[in-house]
């Protein structure tokens, strides 16, 4: 079976009528997660034998007259998110319950006929941007085993670029949506926060939590989010919205920002910089016409993340769930934790303060352009410099997505290039809050540039 999950939304009938196919694709699933248990995307795998069987009770729900968009399409959930009746650890084995309900987006998702599979691989409590911070062992790029998947939603980007699943949920927090769909080949979609409910999801930083989408193209990515999008009177993040822009994809000409040549850092690659030139000039070529922008107060705010009182947010919240001084955390995360005690009170107020100037700073610049176009991030790090200097370059590949979530944009990750090295190069569209589906119009558009060819569902086909 060779179908997005967008075509299979629209030729429902089709698919009904064709259901061996969907056990199929299950099959094929199961058998590619199996012959590829060193990629160490899934902590958690449901029973071949269950899926099959929800499968054949989907279909025949279908033949009655339900309406259900994502018949049969298996995904993939994050190890910080809820699925009824499978082991929640956030890759802390000490830490797991078995809840008794789905997160929202899960239920949401479940509803409308999508299978899950299983949980996937991530930095431990979503603490990193690497993959490489896990008991479970480390995700690699698909692309090539010696560098990092990114993170912290490793295994969500990773089971779907190998080709395990139509889809997955990750999280994101300060890039965790993004960087993995960068270093992978496919799409990243982080929404505005509180767009996609955050009941269910297992805490970070909550007041800058969101749940996010990995997926092979753009439309795709529109497709979940249709499902799983939603005010949740029951999540104390989720928000209305004040406005809500449509796609501008038939608009012929838009304006993006984009970095001056010395505001682009690559730490020591600048290959990478060459591909975010050619990802500018393919804009270009799709109506847009670039601006360079100030791209200062997005790194001053960026800098707030880690290196600023928010980790006394992931402090408390992790807290809360188990002792951030036992051995049941890594190191890594423990020492990353431990930082949270040199803030005070005092300065998480002046970070505060300062963080609503930079907003200000950023509404300004965006009131001149419909988007910004950033790097996905800076350069790739194989695994091995990873487990060497874990937190400094951890921390490098947050350069260009940490400052989303505080400023309040929404962000659609897509690739771009590939290195001479082989390794993927994505860029991310950035857009203040609400203009989601902007956003998505416009990575539309450079995907269909691009020929499409590389973000076809690489599901059983």
């Known amino acids: 079976m060779s179908q997005s999950v967008a075509r299979s939304r629209t ?19 199961y058998d590619r997660i199996e012959a590829e248990r060193d990629r160490n995307c899934w902590i958690h795998l449901r029973p071949r034998d269950e899926a099959l069987e929800q499968c054949r009770k989907l279909v025949a729900r279908a033949r009655t007259g339900e309406n259900l968009p994502l018949l049969g399409i298996p995904f993939g959930v994050k190890d910080n998110i809820d699925v009824e009746g499978m082991p929640t650890t956030a890759a802390c084995p000490a830490f797991s319950y078995t809840p008794w309900h789905s997160a929202h987006s899960v239920e949401r998702l479940t509803a409308a006929g999508a299978i899950c599979l299983g949980k996937t691989n991530l930095d431990q409590f979503a603490t990193g941007l690497s993959g490489a911070r896990s008991p479970h062992g480390p995700c690699a790029s698909v692309a090539d085993a010696r560098y990092v998947a990114g993170g912290s939603s490793s295994g969500s980007a990773v089971a779907v670029a190998a080709g395990h699943v139509a889809f997955a949920l990750g999280t994101d927090t300060g890039g965790s949506g993004r960087i993995p769909a960068g270093f992978n080949n496919i799409v990243g979609i982080k929404p505005t926060i509180g767009l996609v409910s955050s009941r269910g999801l297992v805490p970070n930083c909550p007041t800058i939590d969101c749940v996010s989408v990995f997926c092979n193209t753009v439309s795709d990515g529109e497709a979940i989010l249709d499902i799983i999008e939603g005010f949740d009177f029951e999540d104390p993040y989720s928000r209305l919205p004040r406005t809500f822009l449509p796609a501008n994809g038939a608009v012929p000409s838009f304006r993006f920002g984009r970095l001056a040549s010395a505001d682009l850092e690559c730490f020591g690659m600048p290959e990478c910089g060459e591909l975010y030139e050619r990802a500018c000039e393919r804009f270009a070529q799709i109506g847009g016409t670039a601006i360079e922008v100030d791209f200062a107060p997005f790194r001053q705010a960026g800098e707030l993340m880690f290196s600023g009182p928010w980790v006394a947010e992931r402090h408390s919240a992790i807290a809360g769930l188990v002792d951030v001084e036992s051995n049941s955390l890594l190191d890594v995360t423990r020492t990353v934790l431990a930082s949270a005690a040199g803030y005070s009170a005092t300065d998480t107020f002046g970070a505060i303060h300062r963080l609503h100037r930079l907003r200000r700073n950023a ?15 800076p350069r790739p790090f194989t695994l091995e410099e990873m487990q060497r200097d874990p937190i400094t370059l951890n921390n490098c590949l947050g350069y260009y997505s940490y400052f989303a979530n505080l400023l309040d944009l929404c962000g659609v990750a897509i690739p771009n290039a590939t290195l001479p090295n082989g390794m993927p190069m994505g860029v991310t569209l950035l857009a203040p809050a609400w203009h989601d589906r902007a956003l998505i119009g416009l990575a539309r558009r450079f995907e269909a540039n691009a020929g499409g060819a590389a973000f076809e569902l690489k599901l059983g086909g």
Do not use: C, Y
């Not at 030729?11 to 699933?29: D, G, K």
């Open 363 to 377: 509404e300004a610049i965006f009131a001149g352009i419909d988007a910004l176009v950033v790097p996905t991030a």
């Open 11 to 29: 030729n429902h009938e089709a698919v009904v009528r064709n259901s061996s196919l969907l056990l199929e694709a299950i099959e094929t699933a």
